[in-house]
């Protein structure tokens, strides 16, 4: 996820993706995406187990501001906010 100005890079899990980006749109959740107004989501990837899902985003945590950006360019070259395609 990011922020309007794309400032910002957030990685996180979630067993609902739907529902937990909406509550970062509403600003329901207090936490880092609320202080910097992350709230657009621009890449995801859905795993079938919570194990696998955890480990890749230790993996994605792990990897350089420019990995990331990579990796959002591979499947949002536009950097077009995805939550209203899920």
Do not use: C, P
């Amino acid at each position: 996820m990011t922020n309007s100005k794309h400032t910002v890079l957030y990685t996180g899990v979630t067993s609902n993706l739907i529902s937990r980006i909406w509550q970062h749109k509403e600003k329901l959740v207090d936490s880092f995406t609320k202080k910097y107004h992350v709230n657009m989501l621009m890449y995801y990837e859905v795993f079938a187990d919570a194990m696998s899902a955890i480990s890749r985003e230790k993996q994605i945590k792990a990897g350089s501001r420019q990995k990331k950006i990579e990796l959002i360019n591979s499947m949002n070259r536009e950097w077009r906010d995805l939550y209203g395609d899920l």
